[in-house]
């Protein structure tokens, strides 16, 4: 992993970072001491892409809404 010196990182940021983002990782220093490691950023997976992920394989009757009206009556005492 390439070391650079702080000067030379804010000389060089840009290219620095193109590196970075293309895999190749770098580490700033301060008078020669390792300081930070920079690498190209990995967004955590949105939980919000979780929606849908079984359209298609499910089948939702059309009579849903009203599925085990009788049982669901009986159970509970009610009548109409």
Known sequence: MQQVNIHEAKTNL?????????????VIAKSGKPMVTV???????DPSGR????????DV??????MGQEEIRAMFGGAE
């Not at 690498?39 to 997976?45: D, F, G, H, N």
């Not at 009757?61 to 009203?66: A, G, H, K, N, W």
Request: glycine fraction near 8%.
């Open 14 to 26: 840009s290219r620095l970072i193109e590196r970075a983002v293309h895999g190749e990782p770098f």
């Open 39 to 45: 690498s190209a950023y990995t967004p955590p997976p």
């Open 61 to 66: 009757p059309r009579d849903f809404d009203s």
């Open 51 to 58: 929606v849908g992920f079984l359209k298609g394989r499910l």
